[in-house]
């Protein structure tokens, strides 16, 4: 298992405080990889839980919070693997909105991602297959010449 993986896990459980008060760790996401603007854990943070967990294992990133920008990684994938990122459309397929994930499985009908802000946590959480937009492959910074 990788390193990314191992410790996305770390977080599993994490969750958003609902009401007036928020999650610091979920803020904090957002402050280590430079939006310190976003002081909530309300603010969409799937891209941000994973910008935050590449940058610390040392994996290229998005360096954006919409989760479609992670299809400008480079290197796409057509059977992902373990460890692989997933990139989502929410709602209109054609819309910018999207989500993010870290692929664990899939079956017939859907893709088990875990990520952050999925059902307002750090989960695993079914997708349905037909939702995808692509797969990538985020590289060790270390390995990129």
Request: aromatic share 14%.
């Amino acid at each position: 298992m990788n390193d990314l993986l191992v410790k996305a896990l770390s977080y599993y459980g994490l969750r958003e405080v609902f009401g007036p008060e928020h999650n610091p760790e979920i803020v904090k996401f957002f402050h280590d990889i430079g939006y310190k603007w976003v002081n909530d854990d309300e603010t969409a943070w799937c891209s941000a839980f994973m910008n935050y967990i590449c940058m610390v294992t040392g994996y290229e990133r998005s360096m954006k919070l919409d989760a479609r920008s992670w299809l400008k990684l480079p290197v796409k994938v057509i059977e992902p693997t373990l460890g692989d990122i997933v990139i989502f459309s929410t709602g209109d397929p054609t819309s910018w909105k999207g989500h993010v994930g870290i692929y664990i499985s899939r079956n017939t009908n859907y893709v088990y991602t875990l990520g952050g802000n999925q059902s307002n946590m750090v989960g695993i959480n079914p997708y349905l297959i037909s939702r995808v937009l692509g797969y990538r492959k985020a590289r060790k910074l270390t390995d990129i010449t």
